[in-house]
């Protein structure tokens, strides 16, 4: 079945450091890909997403790219800042498909 | 507010009870999930409703699991005769038929089986 790996956490970094989370994935044909944000206290958000292979969602700094030839989609920001402290899920949905099969979370904490 | 929202957003109850959960989803979003999340993993797919009709049924909705939507807004979740297995943050999400794969989730509800 379809599935989604993700780096273990809990990432800890100084602030303005560079952010990556690598993230994998198995599924069949062509799957939309996303980063999904929970940060403490509040529910799931969407972060970014990307469609189709080459694509690159970005959103508050955040990028990634999809990756068709490794099935990775890894999570990229250039310098964190505390408010990015929060856990962060990637997650696959098939094409025509109706639920989104998630990682497991990685856990980042920015201190000042 | 204009998001999801869900009640109660804590429950304890005692093995071998009932419980029923509500979600009140965005109010022009014609899609509902259900997700279950445990401690340190990332949700789990139980059901989806398209306006009042349940269109798909995770293997993980035992039979004490029943979900509605019986007027294509609210829903509601029960769980029948809970175990201590069950104990897990319950989430919903919704999205619209124009943008599907943008889930809105709510905040859950945690459930504690003692």
């Known amino acids: 079945g379809d599935s989604v790996t993700q780096m273990e956490g809990p990432v800890t970094l100084s602030e303005e450091a560079f952010l990556t989370i690598n993230c994998t994935y198995t599924?069949?044909?062509?799957?939309?890909l996303f980063w999904y944000v929970q940060y403490p206290g509040e529910g799931l958000q969407l972060l970014l997403k990307?469609?189709?292979?080459?694509d690159k969602g970005s959103n508050k700094g955040f990028e990634a790219t999809y990756r068709k030839e490794t099935t990775s989609f890894h999570l990229e920001k250039g310098s964190v800042q505390v408010s990015d402290s929060a856990v962060y899920f990637c997650?696959?949905?098939?094409?025509?498909?109706?639920?989104?099969?998630f990682g497991g979370g990685t856990r980042v904490l920015v201190k000042p | 507010d204009t998001g999801v929202s869900q009640d109660p957003r804590h429950k304890i109850t005692k093995r071998g009870q009932n419980v029923t959960f509500r979600c009140d989803p965005i109010?022009?979003?014609?899609?509902l999930y259900w997700y279950r999340q445990t401690l340190g993993q990332g949700p789990e797919f139980l059901t989806y409703?398209?306006?009042?009709?349940?269109?798909?049924k995770s293997r993980l909705l035992s039979d004490r699991f029943s979900a509605e939507r019986p007027k294509g807004s609210f829903s509601t979740l029960e769980i029948q005769r809970t175990e201590q297995g069950d104990s897990a943050m319950y989430l919903c999400?919704?999205?619209?038929?124009?943008?599907?794969?943008?889930?809105?989730f709510g905040s859950g509800t945690q459930l504690s089986v003692l």
């Open positions: 997650a696959l949905i098939k094409a025509a498909g109706n639920k989104l099969t």
């Open positions: 990307a469609t189709k292979a080459d």
């Open positions: 109010s022009e979003h014609n899609r």
């Open positions: 599924a069949t044909g062509y799957p939309s």
């Open positions: 999400a919704s999205s619209s038929g124009t943008d599907h794969e943008k889930l809105f």
């Open positions: 409703f398209q306006n009042e009709a349940q269109l798909e």
